[in-house]
């Protein structure tokens, strides 16, 4: 079968270098608490499979964290042996079943799925491995405090399963210190009262990318990282570029009108490159006549509405453009740099956004 990343020239490129250099950054700040790699959603879009097996084989993480069953079990097929948590719900139930056999760490947030993961393990024929969420201001999943206590007594000394660790999720790292505080206080607390000795050997953590770095207190044993492992967050190496190429050029005269809804208009004669990315590959349509991609090194504005597969840039300022340049959507040409960040502030959106939606169509290259 052809390889189809030879035709169309849109491709993310992935840095697998940026992503050793940002988990080795956030595992020398943290020490000693260790480093989860969250790669849920495709790791944010980037890739999972080639990801974890290149962290894996490098030993850059104590673990990976991820969504749903699915995710899990495609890392498994891919030969992932590191620990691997499931950080949603499991449901239905009969999942816990197969999450045991694949030697997976489920989350238990409830006493309803903490008597549920023992007689999966019972149905399995294994010691179910599992970690308790608890609730502290987040409202996702995770149990209060007196059930997760009652979650924790109810499962250790159980010959079925094995409480391995206990944590809890930060809502508001990064933007309210004082609900922060507030849902550390919780969390330790809650600690304290699984009874003399029982929480300490119990793998504690609660801290994402954010806290991780800049929130000592929230350190425990283990830190969940994923945005600043993509370097999408402030001082840490951006991992993903978004490159295509210019396939399409034309020169419009003063009041041309460009892209759908005559959404552009040109006040003076001006150089159009067209620019295979769309929104059928998760380039937002809210980007529309805002962004800028860089072309011959310069920034150049997206012109009009962002359609399905392409779009078309202001090249009038770009020397000697012609078909086949190189494009940057995402990432750094000669001097100039567009981040994810930028992107998403200007689509009113989050960076987290702005990769995880990028889509199957867009080829991710890793080297
Ligand atoms: C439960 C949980 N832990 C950790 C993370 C990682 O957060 P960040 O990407 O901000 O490091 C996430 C991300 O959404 C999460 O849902």
């Not at 010691?127 to 499962?155: D, W, Y």
Request: aromatic share 6%.
């Amino acid at each position: 079968m052809p390889d189809r990343r030879l035709y169309r020239p849109t491709r993310a490129e992935i840095s697998l270098a940026a992503i050793k250099r940002n988990l080795e950054r956030v595992a020398a700040v943290a020490a000693p608490a260790r480093v989860l790699f969250v790669v849920k959603a495709d790791a944010y879009g980037h890739g999972a499979v080639p990801i974890s097996l290149y962290c894996q084989e490098n030993r850059l993480c104590r673990s990976f964290g991820v969504a749903c069953l699915e995710e899990a079990l495609e890392l498994r097929a891919a030969g992932v042996k590191l620990p691997l948590l499931v950080l949603g719900s499991l449901y239905p139930f009969n999942s816990f079943i197969e999450a045991i056999k694949n030697d997976l760490t489920v989350t238990i947030s409830s006493l309803d799925a903490a008597r549920q993961v023992l007689e999966a393990a019972r149905l399995a024929g294994k010691k179910a491995s599992c970690h308790i969420k608890v609730e502290t201001g987040m409202n996702r999943i995770g149990a209060r405090r007196p059930s997760a206590v009652k979650i924790f007594q109810a499962l250790s000394g159980q010959a079925g399963v094995s409480v391995e660790g206990v944590y809890t999720h930060l809502s508001s790292a990064g933007a309210d210190p004082e609900y922060t505080a507030q849902q550390l206080d919780y969390f330790r607390e809650t600690l304290s009262e699984f009874g003399r000795g029982g929480a300490r050997d119990l793998v504690r953590h609660a801290a994402n990318s954010w806290a991780a770095v800049h929130l000592p207190g929230s350190r425990w044993d283990l830190v969940r990282t994923g945005l600043a492992a993509y370097g999408c967050m402030d001082g840490f190496e951006p991992a993903l570029s978004l490159k295509s190429r210019v396939v399409f050029i034309k020169n419009v005269r003063e009041g041309a009108s460009v892209s759908y809804d005559r959404s552009f208009r040109a006040a003076a004669p001006m150089k159009i490159a067209t620019v295979p990315l769309g929104y059928g590959d998760g380039y937002l349509r809210a980007l529309s006549g805002k962004a800028e991609m860089l072309v011959g090194g310069r920034r150049c504005r997206v012109l009009g509405n962002v359609t399905m597969d392409m779009v078309m840039l202001d090249v009038t300022a770009v020397e000697r453009v012609s078909v086949g340049d190189e494009v940057v959507a995402i990432g750094r040409q000669g001097a100039e740099t567009v981040a994810a960040a930028g992107l998403a502030e200007l689509a009113g959106t989050i960076p987290y956004e702005i990769t995880t939606l990028l889509t199957r169509r867009v080829p991710r290259i890793h080297s």
